[in-house]
């Protein structure tokens, strides 16, 4: 039975190398049953070989190392959002600053202010091109790394960029595992991020730059449990300048600082020069493109997907059918405008009303916090799930593990072209996840165990 298992895993690992090097060289993102089958057939080997017990750690960190390397060379084929950041990168190192215009305004006037500026701008799309840029400045530093090293080829901003985004999800390894240690919870719960089918294929086979934003984020939380609050709020910072997402956990540090300490008022002085210490990393990072357009060109931005942008959406859906129903047009600018207003709400109550007292109860209010914001908003792209799947694996919930399975269901819109989606797949994804979340509040067991 031993020599059957070990031979098992060897077929597991031969059989996930094949499925990674096929979806990564010959997957179409139009081809969405092919999509499904290589998807639901890495997550099958995926648990199976998390599952072993005869597969060595270093044996899957290995793994993590080379199903990423298997994508090192192609392009990504679930995503065009690259093609943007390798013309931010080298608008940047023209001189020129990628928040003060829009692609398509040169393009209409036939300037080419970079390196192969059409074809990045064919490939980026209308739509993306006619928006002002929304990546934060530390985003914009590995896209400016990209065009120092390729200024003038696609493919090797490609690989540059990939590099950047594996030695992120390298290091997530590395001090995840530190932090689990710490907490005397199972080392191998790391891996339920790093070999991840989602994880890879997501961020290192598209080229999403989250792998970046949670490597600040959990050396952040490393160096919190250390005591060593002011370089957490420096490294908060520094992850909050990569995507804007953490600044919605900063309400909830509150109890951390303040509940800790036998004198209140030294426990408010703490947390106030935290968040001043984390806001100045901010803003210092802005600092280099700041300019006085910049302001309104990067909030018009980002309100996009508060007004204008529906992807995936959960409960927003409903409210948008039931504002068919009854006013018979889409209320995307009224609902947009309350959904937010029902997550600061929510994230009040569990900042003053719920124990974050210890670093596992912290995570587990940041994981509630910002999944309430993804269950309300207009859109939840399938990268952005990998916040909630780092986070959950530092508490006793693995709804976010079932979510990173079924979030293949939303790629279903990009079989038709124009993408359009089929509401009974986004409903079968919630219906899942909401299922197996319910299932998991009901539970009583309090042992953190994957």
Known sequence: MSLFSKYKDVLLILFSTLLYFVFAYFLERTEFNKLLFLWFSLFGCFFLLIKSKNISTSTLIGLVILFRLIFLFTIPNLSQDFYRFIWDGRMILKGLNPYLSVPQSFIQQGIYPISEAYNLYNGMGEMNASHY????????????????????????SIIILRIIIILADIGILYFGKKLLQRLNLPIKNIFWYALNPFIIIEMTGNLHFEPVMLFFLICSLYQLHQEKWRFAGILLGCSISVKLIPLLFLPLFYQWFVKKEQKWLIGIQKLSLFYIITLATVIISFLPLYSSEFIKNYSDSVSLWFKDFEFNASFYYIFREIGYLFRGWNEIEIIGKIMPILTIIFLTYITFFRKNESIIQLITSLLFGLCFYYFTTTTVHPWYLATPLILCIFTKYHFPIIWSVVIIFSYQAYENHPWKENLWFVAIEYIILYGFLIYELRKKDSVIKL
Do not use: R
């Open 133 to 156: 840029t929304n990546y934060p400045p530390i985003n914009q530093l590995c896209f400016l790394i990209a065009a120092l090293f390729a200024s003038k080829s696609v493919f090797g």
